[in-house]
C-alpha cells in the first residue's frame, strides 16, 4: 500500500500473503497495463515530452520510470516490467540528462 505523504510510514502492514498478492497483481497485470498506455501516449508524440515542452507529467512520468528501472520505487516490483516499454525508458533517459533535473536529483540526494 501508499506511504503517508508527511511521515513516509506505509499506510497500511500487509501480512506476507498480502504482500505477495499484491506484487503479483502490479507485476502481472496493473502496472504492465498502464505503463503500456503511457508507452503508446508518448510514443504517438513529435518530440521527446508528452507534450510540446518539458511538463509536470514528464516529471512524475521520470520519477516513476527511472524508480522502477533503478528498483527503488516500491518494493517488490520487477525491473522488466518495463520490457516492452522502450519510449519510456529512453523518455526517462532524456529527462534525468537535464541539468535542472540533475541538480533538483542532487538537491534531494542531499536533503535525505
Known amino acids: 500500500m501508499g506511504r503517508c505523504p508527511t ?3 506505509p499506510r497500511i502492514l500487509l501480512e506476507d500473503a498480502q504482500r505477495e498478492e499484491v506484487g503479483r497483481q ?3 497485470k496493473y502496472l504492465p497495463t498502464m505503463l503500456g498506455r503511457l508507452e503508446v501516449v ?3 508524440t513529435a518530440g521527446p515530452y508528452y507534450c510540446s515542452a518539458l511538463t509536470i507529467c514528464d516529471l512524475a ?4 520510470i527511472d524508480g522502477l528501472l533503478h528498483e527503488n520505487y516500491c518494493a517488490g516490483i520487477a525491473r522488466d516490467v518495463l520490457a516492452s516499454c522502450p519510449a519510456l525508458r529512453e523518455h526517462a533517459k532524456h529527462v534525468g540528462e537535464i541539468p535542472a533535473v540533475r541538480q533538483w536529483l542532487a538537491r534531494a540526494a542531499a536533503d535525505r
Open 7 to 9: 511521515s513516509g510510514q
Open 26 to 28: 502490479l507485476n502481472d
Open 42 to 44: 508518448l510514443a504517438a
Open 61 to 64: 512520468s521520470y520519477v516513476l
